[in-house]
């Protein structure tokens, strides 16, 4: 999909061809899907006549901005592009457009102007949109978009506040547009290689310096490819982009330093990076200590929801008593003689976290053997069921499975089962 870089690519273009001129005709094909909330007929005729001032754009959005209302809106989608008849076209990686036929396959929109100038829109997949538009600025396309990282990037005081908010993996959170506008799956990878930060690791647990690192590796990348035109033969040759493409042969595909180069889903999207550089796992989010300590049910649904790179750093304060009223968390809970089990996720991600922080596993030795002294000895407390089977395998090769969830409720000192996974 086009990225901020191809798409300001397309600005120029547009700017150099039709700023300042008179569209003396405009011409279109139907389609009911590609046009948004306007007729193509109606789309050209409106559009004749009008003086073209400006070409604006905010992430991956695109408007031109006319001498009087309204003002047409262009998302790319996957394989939307620009052309001037006789001249420069906008293309991406995985696509070109032949322009030796006039107007080019799969156009929707062609601008003829006062001066002669053929200027076209062309979708090949019929996912990008055109929109007729009184005020671009203020439809939700466009007004609910974060900051672009071109035009106008986000001090890195205020970016590390935005992070550090967020529960999702940092991939996630660097593909939200109303984070981040513009940023899509090939520059969230460089940024987080060249950041030297594991994409799966959450956004709440990381550190300042490690913000600071996303936050100017995201100034920089932008900034290089825009420079360059976007491009891509022009990159520096150091960067992943030039070797992220090989997921056919992800078991040989290698960086310019020779390091493996893995595949894995985060946040939904296929994402490339390198373990050698950025770690073989990303950080999730820690227990809090002291509050209110959630059943093992609820932490099991807390995990999914991470795994799918769903943010919730504006959730409710009172959240768990809203999912109970919708019947979200159907699961009785624990009695006040009964201590509900933890998240052995949770205590396997603070080990990770940890890493060689006697503090911090104190802690967790601590927060573990807490659990252990607190539950009903010889109850035989049972293990939650619902979310956690499927988790199993996962927390065998952690080092903290069924042995070490047996071992609360029996009197086994669960702490050793941590000094194990360590």
């Known amino acids: 999909m086009p990225e901020l870089p191809e798409v300001e690519r397309a600005r120029r273009l547009a700017a150099a061809a039709l700023e300042g001129k008179v569209v003396k005709e405009a011409r279109t094909t139907e389609d009911e899907i590609v046009f948004d909330g306007v007729d193509h007929a109606e789309f050209a005729r409106r559009m004749t006549g009008k003086r073209i001032v400006k070409i604006g754009r905010k992430?991956?959005?695109?408007?031109?901005?006319?001498?009087?209302?309204?003002?047409?809106?262009?998302?790319?989608?996957?394989?939307?592009?620009?052309?001037?008849?006789?001249g420069e076209v906008a293309y991406y990686k995985s696509f070109s457009v032949d322009t030796e036929n006039w107007p080019p396959k799969f156009w929707k929109v062609e601008l003829e102007m006062d001066d002669g100038t053929l200027f076209a829109f062309m979708n090949i997949r019929r996912l990008g949109r055109i929109r007729l538009l009184d005020d671009p600025l203020s439809h939700k396309s466009i007004s609910e978009l974060g900051f672009d990282p071109l035009t106008e990037m986000m001090p890195v005081s205020d970016f590390v506040s935005a992070i550090r908010r967020r529960h999702a993996p940092i991939k996630a959170v660097l593909?939200?547009?109303?984070?981040?506008?513009?940023?899509?799956?090939?520059?969230?990878?460089?940024?987080?290689?060249?950041a030297r930060v594991h994409p799966g690791t959450v956004g709440s647990v990381m550190t300042d310096e490690e913000i600071t690192r996303v936050h100017d590796s995201l100034d920089n990348v932008i900034r290089t490819a825009c420079d360059a035109n976007a491009d891509s033969d022009k990159f520096p040759q150091s960067w992943l982009f030039h070797y992220r493409w090989s997921v056919k042969?992800?078991?040989?595909a290698k960086d310019a330093n020779n390091q493996t180069i893995k595949f894995e889903k985060v946040g939904g999207r296929t994402s490339a990076y390198v373990p050698a550089v950025q770690g073989a796992a990303g950080r999730k989010r820690t227990p809090k200590k002291g509050g209110k300590k959630k059943s093992a049910a609820d932490a099991a649904e807390d995990d999914d929801e991470l795994e799918d790179g769903e943010a919730d750093n504006n959730q409710d304060p009172n959240e768990d008593e809203d999912r109970k009223s919708r019947g979200k968390n159907k699961r009785k809970q624990p009695s006040a003689a009964e201590v509900p089990l933890p998240s052995l996720h949770e205590l396997a991600n603070a080990i990770v976290a940890a890493g060689s922080d006697e503090a911090a596993l104190a802690a967790v030795r601590e927060m573990?053997?807490?659990?252990?002294?607190?539950?009903?000895?010889?109850?035989?407390?049972?293990?939650?069921?619902?979310?956690?089977?499927?988790?199993?395998?996962?927390?065998?090769?952690?080092?903290?499975?069924?042995?070490?969830?047996?071992g609360v409720g029996s009197g086994v000192d669960f702490s050793a089962s941590v000094e194990r996974a360590e």
């Open 59 to 86: 992430g991956k959005q695109l408007w031109f901005e006319c001498d009087k209302a309204p003002h047409p809106t262009f998302h790319f989608g996957m394989t939307g592009s620009f052309a001037v008849k006789g």
């Open 175 to 194: 593909l939200d547009q109303s984070l981040a506008a513009g940023v899509g799956n090939w520059i969230a990878d460089e940024v987080l290689y060249q």
């Open 249 to 252: 042969d992800a078991g040989n």
């Open 368 to 406: 573990a053997q807490r659990v252990v002294d607190s539950a009903p000895k010889g109850s035989g407390a049972a293990r939650p069921k619902a979310k956690r089977a499927r988790k199993g395998k996962k927390e065998e090769d952690n080092g903290v499975g069924e042995g070490a969830a047996m």
